[in-house]
């Protein structure tokens, strides 16, 4: 069914876009054939690889096949939207318009661009975004505090070990007072990964690195994972809380681990645990990498949530589908009962989709702000 569903946009381009170009039916067929291998990007990633979440191709392959995937998806959104037009058209002169061949000369123009375009800022290190943010009941010793989210790094054969020392020195130059990192680190088992994930250990803060595991972590033994994280000068919060101190003021880091924990019969997300032994006294900030639950979050009386998982929906008007399956929630700062819920666009994203366009990537730095300051 997964095949098949990203087989359809293909579907639509040789039936409604290339069948009709005045060219001969060889090079027609000749490029229907080559798209129909493009579109099969994640068949043969499956086939390679044994997953679709990690395209073990060389990098340019990777980006080849983001590029011409991209756009074939593209090119169907822009023929759906012809046809609905001649649609338009046909109700009302009850003939339908000859579309001439250089509309869609423009129509693939525009596709391969933009794919190229989606492509280049996906892969970019991304700039740095500044957020204030007020947190009710936070110390004035704590007014001023800086965290730096990470999120959906997707570290891999797109996002390689080049890429994250790019990163980590971004992030270092920051000089933080910590780092939370909201999950899907990776993509690959440990034994394919191990080198390109090295550059991490190197994450600096005055008061550490804080992860949890996304839902991709799951896909490729999470348990191997978990272990390794600590050794990269990482401390997990699977269902546990770290406490910041500074002066008279404490602050409650809280991490749970993934949803996707239920279906591999790891242990799943249990925010009442992450919670216990917390200082009442102190506000809460939540590591969860998916922001669904953001609801049941507000009811624990969390001042901040912090999430990923969506990546900003990639590619604008693709967001609102994106924001369907996450309850609404998809890029930016969201007011949930009491609780602020604020999901990150992501520092990189699925190998597997790997356009933006619109949805910037993000390297996020937070100033908390108490009530007095």
Excluded: C
């Excluded at 700039?127 to 204030?132: G, N, S």
């Excluded at 890029?331 to 366009?357: C, D, H, K």
């Amino acid at each position: 069914m997964f095949h098949l569903m990203f087989s359809l946009p293909w579907l639509i381009v040789a039936s409604r876009f290339i069948a009709p170009l005045p060219w001969p039916w060889w090079v027609k067929l000749s490029l229907a054939v080559f798209l129909l291998l493009a579109s099969q990007y994640h068949l043969f990633s499956r086939f390679t690889s044994g997953s679709v979440f990690a395209p073990e191709f060389p990098r340019v392959l990777v980006i080849a096949f983001n590029l011409f995937f991209g756009a074939i998806v593209l090119l169907a959104v822009m023929q759906v939207v012809l046809d609905l037009f001649s649609i338009v058209i046909f109700a009302v002169t009850w003939s339908f318009p000859v579309v001439p061949p250089e509309v869609r000369y423009a129509m693939g123009i525009a596709a391969l661009l933009l794919a190229s375009f989606g492509i280049s800022q996906a892969i970019r290190v991304p700039r740095v975004k500044r957020i204030e943010v007020q947190i009710p009941g936070l110390a004035p010793d704590l007014d001023g505090y800086r965290m730096v989210q990470l999120t959906d790094l997707h570290i891999s054969r797109l996002f390689t070990v080049a890429w994250a020392r790019a990163v980590v020195e971004k992030t270092n130059a920051l000089d933080a007072d910590l780092i939370v990192i909201t999950g899907d680190l990776i993509d690959g088992s440990l034994d394919i990964r191990r080198e390109d994930i090295a550059p991490l250990s190197g994450l600096k803060a005055r008061h550490g690195v804080l992860t949890v595991p996304g839902n991709h972590e799951y896909f490729f033994d999470v348990d191997r994972w978990l272990k390794h994280f600590p050794e990269l000068n990482m401390r997990i919060l699977a269902n546990e809380h770290a406490v910041i101190e500074r002066g008279e003021g404490r602050l409650v880091i809280a991490g749970v681990t993934d949803l996707s924990a239920r279906f591999t019969g790891a242990v799943e997300p249990d925010l009442g645990r992450a919670l216990h032994g917390a200082p009442a006294d102190a506000p809460v900030i939540l590591l969860d990498h998916q922001p669904r639950m953001a609801q049941r979050a507000a009811k624990h009386g969390i001042a901040l949530q912090l999430s990923g998982h969506t990546h900003g929906g990639m590619v604008r008007g693709l967001d609102r589908i994106v924001a369907r399956a996450n309850n609404g929630y998809v890029s930016g700062f969201y007011r949930v009962g009491e609780m602020q819920l604020y999901v990150n666009n992501g520092t990189g994203l699925w190998p597997g989709f790997a356009l933006r366009i619109g949805v910037p990537a993000e390297l996020t730095e937070f100033t908390l702000r108490s009530s007095a300051g």
